[in-house]
């Protein structure tokens, strides 16, 4: 099993900078997979970036592509999204998954391929 807790969403002006960050916990390891999804009210879940549990590899949404970081701290067991020039579209609940598996071996960019979820954490963007 693996616990995750997001933290540092809240309320950010465009053009403004959000840092979330998520605490994972229990049976990780090098075969996972780490990813940011985003859920807007009324739409479906959306992939916003992946990274290997290494943190070798990362792939991000054309939506926040040049604009933001996901990193990994292995030390903490943490994992960060970093998003800059922050437009009213970001707007979303943001959530924390891993997947025991490598990101070759499955579709990376699906909320199906994850098994575990954080609860999420609120970004609203105010125009």
């Known amino acids: 099993q693996v616990q995750l807790v997001e933290s540092g969403g809240g309320l950010v002006q465009a053009g403004g900078s959000l840092r979330l960050s998520c605490a994972a916990s229990?049976?990780?390891?090098?075969?996972?997979?780490m990813a940011w999804f985003r859920q807007a009210p009324g739409k479906e879940r959306d992939f916003v970036a992946a990274?290997?549990?290494?943190?070798?590899?990362?792939n991000y949404a054309d939506s926040v592509k040049g604009r933001s970081t996901v990193s990994r701290d292995n030390a903490k067991d943490m994992l960060y999204l970093q998003i800059n020039s922050l437009k009213a579209e970001d707007t979303a609940v943001y959530y924390c998954?891993?997947?025991?598996?490598?990101?070759?071996?499955?579709?990376?960019?699906?909320?199906?391929?994850?098994?575990?979820w954080g609860q999420g954490t609120q970004v609203t963007v105010s125009s």
């Open positions: 229990g049976r990780t390891g090098s075969r996972y997979t």
């Open positions: 990274i290997t549990w290494i943190g070798l590899w990362t």
């Open positions: 998954a891993a997947a025991p598996r490598t990101y070759s071996t499955f579709n990376y960019d699906g909320p199906g391929g994850y098994d575990y």
